[in-house]
């Protein structure tokens, strides 16, 4: 038996339309598919890159909700454009979706079609800190050699 916990269904968002999971956890790790801006039929809901942004995010969101995670544990998120002309957009909705201080990495990329014409698709990865074992919290006062003088 698998010590992951695998996400297949969560209240508000569309099932999966493919044979894959919403997401996969592992320990103190949660990656969330690629999500694209469907509503809870499935259906896509052809807008602009705001709306689909801030549907893809809300979607992100409860995936991560469902797995036992938030918003802030969000570490990391992966943005597949159709049209890369559509970040700036993007990137308003993501001042309003993260706060400045737990706003995750990101990677962008623009690709030749995404499924059901979209102008965008958004994956992400959260993490939770883990509790400090005697043994981490030795390793951590330990001066770290990549933090400076």
Request: glycine share 6%; hydrophobic share 40%.
């Amino acid at each position: 038996m698998s010590a992951h916990k695998r996400i297949g269904r969560c209240d508000g968002v569309p099932a999966p339309t493919s044979p894959i999971s919403h997401a996969v956890v592992a320990g103190n790790v949660c990656w969330i598919s690629g999500q694209h801006a469907l509503d809870v039929t499935g259906a896509y809901e052809r807008g602009s890159a705001t709306k689909e942004a801030q549907r893809c995010l809300e979607l992100v969101g409860r995936i991560a909700e469902c797995a036992g995670f938030s918003r802030d544990d969000i570490v990391f998120v992966d943005i597949s454009f159709a049209d890369l002309a559509d970040l700036q957009e993007v990137n308003s909705v993501f001042e309003q979706f993260f706060a400045p201080e737990q706003r995750p990495a990101r990677a962008i990329s623009q690709v030749a079609a995404l499924s059901f014409g979209a102008r965008l698709k958004i994956s992400a990865t959260a993490s939770r800190a883990r509790a400090r074992t005697s043994r981490s919290a030795r390793a951590q006062d330990r001066k770290d050699p990549w933090s400076g003088p």
